[in-house]
């Protein structure tokens, strides 16, 4: 009877087993394929007499729905034990996971504490939010000195009597006054960091970039002494064969004062766009430090001398990568980024 024959197949679904797709394979053709038995008791229905064929119709529809949910069992659980390694990590995030780059300036910053450091001198650093004290008074700035000018400073808080000004600091001599202050002598330190003026945004200005400067305090240094250390440092950033010219220039902290040109390391010193035909390139100030900034922080200046340099380091990393807008560097463009990732 095909009423029996259902219930006995139905009472055997639960059994149904398939280790592997083969046998998954097999039992779909057993059962579920044109062939198959659900098939067979299909064709035999159609001979069931008319007052049986409710019961045996449902029965049957039954049967082929236990059957169709078992199979459909039987490969999900195939399927997840045929993934399931032991060296998946199932915690792990679904995306890709990015390498990251570091950022130009601080390839360029490290290279350049780098040189520093094997010449000896280490690192300093100090507060962002600084005093007129320590950024102008004490670097011999006169009180009406134009840079302490709003077009150039960003005031925090502003008090009548000067010195109490709160500001962001323009440059990171005032670091090395504070160094100054607090330090034995002799001092040979770099002081990098982030430094802010207040100018308008635009591909060649920012209203912050970064600076590193040097200080060299001791008895017996001589403007010898800093040519020579700005002509290793040339050579080692840009190349064996840079050269180094000094013109004289001023800063009210040094005494005397001169401008750093390099040989153009585009072209070569031959002339092009870059360095507008001249051969020559800007990179940094320096000089002898003026005996009276010696003086402000306690440093006798009839025993010691000393020499400063400042560089910005986003004009170094433009002289080395050719970066050709200022802005690219704080915009954080991955594009702009990923550039980098072969400079690590
Ligand atoms: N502080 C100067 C600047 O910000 C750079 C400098 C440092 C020049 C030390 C001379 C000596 O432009």
């Not at 003026?290 to 560089?311: H, R």
Request: glycine residues 6%; negative net charge; aromatic residues 8%.
């Amino acid at each position: 009877m095909l009423l029996e024959k259902i219930r006995e197949i139905k009472t055997a679904v639960e059994q149904l087993a398939a280790s592997n797709e083969q046998e998954l394979e097999d039992l779909r053709l057993k059962y579920l394929s044109r062939k198959g038995l659900v098939n067979d008791l299909m064709a035999e229905f159609r001979t069931v007499a008319a007052d049986q064929k409710r019961e045996v119709g449902i029965q049957l529809n039954e049967l082929k729905n236990a059957l169709q949910e078992k199979f459909n069992e039987l490969k999900q659980s195939l399927a997840s034990t045929e993934t399931m390694d032991d060296d998946v990590d199932l915690t792990r995030t679904a995306y890709p996971i990015e390498l990251g780059t570091r950022h130009p300036l601080s390839l360029v910053r490290r290279e350049i504490l780098d040189i520093f450091g094997r010449l000896g001198f280490s690192i300093a650093e100090g507060p962002e939010v600084e005093d007129d004290l320590h950024v102008y008074t004490k670097l011999n700035f006169a009180a009406d000195h134009p840079a302490r000018d709003m077009q150039d400073t960003f005031f925090v808080e502003t008090n009548e009597d000067v010195i109490k000004n709160i500001i962001l600091r323009s440059h990171t001599s005032s670091v090395q006054v504070r160094t100054m202050e607090t330090s034995q002598l002799p001092i040979r330190v770099v002081c990098p960091g982030r430094v802010y003026r207040n100018e308008a945004i635009s591909a060649r200005a920012h209203c912050f970039f970064h600076q590193i400067e040097g200080l060299y305090i001791d008895k017996d240094v001589s403007f010898t002494d800093l040519k020579q250390v700005l002509l290793t440092f040339a050579r080692e950033m840009f190349g064996n064969d840079t050269k180094i010219r000094l013109r004289p220039s001023y800063f009210p902290f040094t005494e005397p004062s001169a401008e750093m040109d390099i040989s153009c390391n585009i072209c070569g010193g031959e002339g092009c766009g870059f360095c507008k035909h001249t051969g020559w390139v800007e990179i940094l100030g320096c000089g002898m430090v003026d005996p009276n900034v010696l003086e402000a922080s306690g440093i006798d200046s009839s025993l010691y001398k000393g020499y400063a340099f400042g560089m910005g380091v986003e004009r170094i990393a433009n002289l080395k990568y050719r970066v050709s807008d200022l802005r690219l560097f704080s915009e954080n463009d991955v594009r702009f980024l990923d550039e980098f990732q072969a400079a690590h």
